[in-house]
């Protein structure tokens, strides 16, 4: 084939990968409460996936049957979580517990936006 080429990447480019550290504090028998956490560079727009590192948190944390549900930007700079409690007690963290966070942002974003990524808490 003539002329030049680009790996393809499908629908994402860049796509971020972070750690960060969060607490979900109280949340009352089958409810949801929404944590607000800074991540510089994070804009509205960006697919935000949370997982939880359950093997780091054996050791510091017992079993506190809080999910995080849902992620999302809901301001420049900001991630909501919605955490989850589907238990029939309240069920409460207060120590922060890491969780990974992928960032995956639309290529066609950058025209309209700075190009600064996602660089983790501060």
């Known amino acids: 084939m003539p002329g030049p ?3 393809s990447r499908g629908n994402i480019d860049p796509e971020v ?3 960060v550290n ?7 028998t089958n409810t949801v409460t929404i944590v607000t956490v800074a991540v510089p560079g994070l804009v509205v ?3 935000c996936s949370l997982n939880g590192q359950q093997y780091l948190w054996a050791a510091s944390q017992p079993a506190i049957n809080l999910d995080p549900a849902q ?5 420049n700079g900001v991630l909501s979580v919605a955490f989850q409690n589907a238990t029939g007690a309240a069920a409460t963290q207060t120590t922060p ?3 990974i966070l992928n960032v995956a942002r639309a290529p ?10 996602p660089t983790g808490i501060v």
């Open 5 to 7: 080429s680009t790996i």
């Open 17 to 19: 990968i972070l750690t």
């Open 22 to 28: 969060i607490a979900a504090g109280t949340v009352a």
């Open 45 to 47: 727009g960006d697919f």
């Open 71 to 75: 992620a999302w930007c809901a301001a």
């Open 97 to 99: 517990l890491q969780y």
């Open 108 to 117: 066609n974003y950058w025209a309209n936006n700075p190009p600064s990524l």
